[in-house]
């Protein structure tokens, strides 16, 4: 018996790729002329080395395509042939955890223990006055169930689309008022439920962050969604994040709720610092009454809180009903900061540069938490 590449080729005209509905030789997968190795002593075996080039490591069909392929070359060539198949990618693979995004400086989580208390809108225009303030920066609404960011920016409708770079199919990311933003809300529809299992919304998460072209950037901001759950331990699982910001209402049982905030970041497993506490909803001011304030939640309980957990208070923001408007409107407070809550947001910005370039001097950088 003799057996010679064209015999292989043969046999893999056999085998139907499912993404193509080809067969692997017309889709263009035999990635080069499949070696042919004759025995070299008596009661030795034909080998055939045979290589595959799918469109990418995470190709649902390679397991089965290239059990497949060998099945096609023992039924149409011989069964005793030793087949080794071999797999390339068309696209590279997505880099390892830890080094998913090397060109960005820091990573901040804004959290809250409850919903409710204005985490997202806090983070939205926590972004644009960190863009304002000259920074690149990038926003992700890891809220896979409740993503909020694409009304908020005004962009429901925009689709974000593939970008090739080096050698990777990456999601380019919406930039508007100077900030990259990514949201599961540009892939599904805004009025039909989510209904995933954790592990799905986790996997979806995960290529937001990894399979996206974010680029150089100083602040990568985290909007995540609101308690503690499957997706905080995704965030800490994946990224180094340099330091968390918690936000919270003046009222009693919001703090109460931003205490397990800051327990979870605190954790010895987790020990990401605390760059301080938002307290939104501060007071409440009438438009037509500007120097008045309605302390309508309690007064400084996020303060007192920053004091007894030793952790600085980066703001207090006041209600105002141009802040309820203008995150309907898609145009967040902090594009105007000659008013008083843009004003705030831009003190913000500055505040948390300045707790995150002390915590970077002070402290060795975050580890990622370890999967378990």
């Not at 930039?175 to 949201?183: D, H, I, N, R, T």
């Not at 965030?235 to 397990?260: C, F, H, M």
């Amino acid at each position: 018996m003799t057996i010679y590449p064209q015999l292989i080729i043969d046999a893999l005209s056999k085998v139907t790729y499912p993404g193509t509905k080809k067969n692997l030789v017309e889709s263009g997968m035999v990635a080069d002329t499949p070696s042919v190795a004759a025995p070299s002593s008596e009661g030795e075996n034909w080998k055939v080395r045979v290589v595959l080039e799918f469109p990418r490591d995470t190709d649902p069909f390679l397991k089965s395509t290239i059990k497949a392929a060998e099945a096609a070359i023992h039924y149409h060539v011989s069964k005793d042939v030793e087949v080794t198949i071999e797999t390339e990618f068309k696209s590279k693979p997505r880099p390892e955890v830890g080094k998913m995004l090397p060109k960005v400086k820091n990573v901040i989580a804004v959290s809250s223990g409850k919903g409710g208390v204005g985490k997202s809108t806090v983070s939205a225009n926590l972004a644009i006055a960190l863009a304002r303030l000259g920074y690149k920066v990038g926003l992700l609404d890891t809220d896979i169930f409740g993503p909020s960011m694409p009304k908020m920016f005004d962009v429901e409708d925009a689709r974000p689309y593939a970008v090739h770079v080096d050698g990777r199919d990456l999601i380019e990311p919406i930039e508007k008022y100077g900030v990259k933003l990514l949201s599961i809300g540009f892939f599904v529809s805004p009025e039909t439920a989510t209904l995933w299992r954790g592990g799905m919304a986790s996997n979806a998460l995960k290529q937001l962050i990894a399979d996206a072209n974010w680029g150089e950037l100083d602040y990568f901001i985290l909007d995540t969604p609101p308690g503690t759950s499957d997706i905080h331990l995704t965030l800490l699982q994946t990224l180094a994040i340099t330091g968390a910001v918690i936000v919270s209402t003046p009222q009693s049982v919001a703090l109460a709720d931003a205490r397990k905030g800051i327990d979870m970041y605190r954790n010895e497993k987790v020990n990401v610092p605390i760059l301080g506490l938002v307290e939104n909803m501060s007071w409440f001011t009438p438009a037509e009454l500007p120097e008045n304030k309605y302390y309508i939640f309690g007064k400084d309980g996020a303060k007192h809180l920053a004091e007894e957990m030793n952790v600085p208070l980066l703001a207090q923001i006041p209600i105002v009903q141009s802040i309820c408007e203008s995150g309907d409107s898609g145009k967040p407070a902090a594009l105007n900061s000659e008013t008083m809550t843009g004003l705030a947001f831009i003190n913000l910005a500055q505040a948390v540069v300045t707790v995150t370039n002390r915590r970077n001097r002070e402290q060795a950088p975050t580890q990622i938490v370890g999967v378990k």
